[in-house]
């Protein structure tokens, strides 16, 4: 009996220390699951900062370098490879506006695990066109990230806008 009343013991004890351990677990990869979710947001918002900035360079800091980093762009529709080919894309939308053009980051949407995320969002830029015509586009955004040591980067881009599939033609993105 004595022997019955100690395995009890001993396998509540055991079961109790490997419930604890679980919940520890679960609680540390939550807390490293939020942080990185906030880790990337931080991101965004420094790329949000660099763009309304007008700092090209502080852009491309958001993003892998090298010739990792791929690129789906909307216009025109064309795939980047590389972080400097990248940037020469962004030279020359910005050349498009008289002043600096401004983005908004709304519904951003973010999902992480250890040292790879994903994100969505709408982005919305608005200014003058050189033309003096006012600018105010939606697209939709997909953002692979990569953490790389401590830092999470953009490696992957995907912008789009929906298509119209009896016209062929972009339908423009209603404001979310």
Partial sequence: MKVAFLLLFLGSQFLGNAQTEKKKDMTTAMTTTSKDEAAIRALMDRF????????????????????DLVI????PRK???????????WVEMFST?????????????????????????????TGIDNQGHHVDRTVRVTDGYRKVGDNWLIALEHISVPVDMATGKAAPVTKP
Avoid: C, W
Wanted: proline share 3%; aromatic share 12%; hydrophobic share 40%.
């Fill in 48 to 67: 949000a900062a660099a763009f309304n900035a007008g700092d090209i360079d502080g852009i491309m800091k958001n993003y892998l370098p090298g010739q």
């Fill in 79 to 89: 795939k980047y490879r590389g972080a400097d080919t990248y940037r020469e894309d």
């Fill in 72 to 75: 789906f762009d909307v216009v």
């Fill in 97 to 125: 506006f008289k002043g600096t053009p401004k983005i908004a980051i709304t519904d951003l949407e973010i999902t992480a695990d250890g040292t790879v995320g994903f994100s969505h969002s709408f982005m919305t830029v």
